[in-house]
């Protein structure tokens, strides 16, 4: 059975005094997991600390890192490598949020270094695509989610390509109070599953959990996530608020 996943992406949000109290509400909220459900935070980077100390021995709870770079050590500097986050204890990494691919140019085949980066010291990555809202109105979504796949994934065995968590989430429905109805979620969700059915497999590609990103709430977050071919969310904006995020994960399926 794949994993029903909540993952927070705080951004670069929050002072230390807020983080520090968001993680107690959270603690204190004791969210129900069941033994195929995951809660992931992606903090800023300085907070995992904090946030691995907090939610520590909370079961199916884990601290995720919300970029890395490539190489795994050297003259980078202002740089955090996947090995110095997984000697801390994170073993999830988000790779190629569109606003690291819009913001810092991420290209899709510096993303595929990074994925490998991170599968060779046996984390997760959490690989996010999605389309802007041109393509969307252009109606040629599943094209441009399929070639960043392909350019950044599809090297991958399929040994490999079930350890990856995918991210779904439309660049015009991030931040913006827009989401993609539950059906357009679905139909983009299932189509992705294809892709990997195509190239890997059905047995395969039914292991691969499909997150959807973009303006989830604790209102919608249930009949999103009630999708077939949604396993779950990545969650901005409600994930720093302790209630909305706690409602957030016990909407999952
Ligand atoms: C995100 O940043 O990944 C995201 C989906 O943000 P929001 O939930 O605020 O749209």
């Not at 270094?113 to 690989?127: C, W």
Request: aromatic fraction near 8%.
């Amino acid at each position: 059975m794949r994993k029903q996943i909540a993952a927070a992406n705080w951004k670069m949000n929050l002072s230390l005094a807020q983080a520090e109290t968001l993680l107690n509400e959270l603690v204190d909220s004791s969210p129900t997991l069941g033994a195929h459900q995951e809660a992931i935070f992606a903090v800023p980077a300085i907070y995992i600390p904090l946030a691995l100390a907090k939610l520590a021995n909370k079961a199916n709870v884990f601290v995720a890192a919300q970029n890395c770079h490539q190489k795994e050590a050297g003259a980078y500097t202002g740089e955090v490598s996947a090995s110095m986050l997984q000697s801390m204890g994170v073993k999830h990494i988000i790779v190629g949020h569109s606003e690291r691919r819009e913001y810092f140019t991420e290209s899709d085949a510096l993303l595929a270094e990074k994925v490998n980066a991170i599968l060779a010291i046996h984390s997760t990555p959490i690989f996010c695509c999605g389309e802007p809202l041109a393509i969307r109105e252009a109606e040629t979504q599943n094209a441009f989610v399929e070639a960043q796949l392909k350019n950044s994934l599809f090297h991958l065995s399929a040994e490999d390509i079930i350890k990856v968590v995918i991210a779904y989430e439309p660049i015009w429905a991030i931040g913006t109070g827009k989401t993609a109805s539950s059906a357009q979620a679905q139909d983009i969700h299932a189509y992705i599953r294809s892709c990997f059915a195509s190239k890997y497999g059905e047995v395969v590609a039914n292991e691969i959990s499909i997150l959807y990103g973009g303006s989830v709430k604790a209102s919608n977050a249930k009949e999103i996530f009630s999708q077939p071919d949604v396993d779950g969310g990545l969650v901005g904006g409600a994930s720093l608020v302790a209630t909305e995020f706690t409602a957030i994960i016990n909407a999952l399926s």
